[in-house]
């Protein structure tokens, strides 16, 4: 009788084996590329502003006393001083309704104009004429959320009332932290967020992929939001 040829290895599994190694390789060899250069990056990223958080703060409560409880004429007032100032940096179409998206993100659903979109900094016009409610999100960024008309309300676990922050005050969420936030009925907002702004995207088409499914919505946004970010990094806007 022939003797038993011992079993070949099991090429599907050293082939499996393989590809893992080489993934998490490539994975190493990345974060060791990125890492100190996120690190650097980090250390400089006031370097990469424009917008400063005082003007901005006092910017919102000049439209807010020029034209109280006008929205229209507020962001007017705001979009203009704004273009004249940056006008290479500042999307000035407030007034086009194609500029207008909804956004729905932490179960909260308000309409959007994009003011400014870059890698390290976003100013937008956010609100709603009906009340709106939900989660902040954590993010890789502070916010800095002009009210111009209504109210915003701000909750955060352990405290047992709410902030309120009424025309013409800033809520600051620092970048990490998070709040339940509310707006009880109408209520637009100058919002600014400085830091990583990438990262936030996520959260900002997480409803739209999950609940909603708006595709359309979701692709306007996508345009507008890439529009903006590469109009800005031609004339080196980071």
Not at 72 to 83: D, F, G, P
Not at 103 to 131: D, K, P, Q, R, W
Not at 160 to 178: A, I, M, N, T
């Amino acid at each position: 009788m022939a003797p038993k040829k011992p079993n070949p290895p099991n090429s599907k599994s050293g082939s499996s084996c393989c590809s893992l190694t080489k993934i998490l390789t490539f994975v190493g060899v990345l974060v060791g590329v990125l890492a100190p250069i996120v690190y650097m990056l980090e250390r400089n990223l006031e370097s990469f502003y424009i917008f400063d958080t005082a003007h901005l703060h006092d910017l919102a409560q000049r439209g807010v006393s020029a034209h109280p409880n006008d929205t229209a004429a507020i962001v007017n007032y705001i979009v203009a001083e704004l273009h004249e100032k940056y006008p290479k940096h500042t999307n000035p179409k407030h007034d086009d309704p194609e500029e207008w998206v909804f956004n729905n993100a932490g179960g909260a659903m308000g309409g959007m104009y994009l003011i400014h979109s870059s890698i390290t900094e976003y100013l937008i016009i956010f609100g709603t004429a009906v009340g709106t409610e939900g989660h902040s999100g954590r993010h890789t960024a502070d916010d800095y959320f002009h009210i111009l008309t209504g109210e915003q309300w701000a909750y955060t676990p352990g405290h047992y009332k709410r902030e309120v922050f009424p025309p013409g005050s800033v809520h600051h969420l620092r970048r990490g932290s998070v709040k339940q936030y509310k707006m009880p009925e109408g209520c637009f907002a100058l919002e600014y967020a400085r830091g990583w702004i990438p990262p936030m995207l996520f959260f900002g088409f997480a409803d739209a992929l999950t609940s909603t499914l708006d595709f359309p919505t979701l692709y306007r946004t996508v345009v507008i939001n890439g529009r903006e970010i590469i109009r800005n990094l031609l004339v080196a806007k980071f």
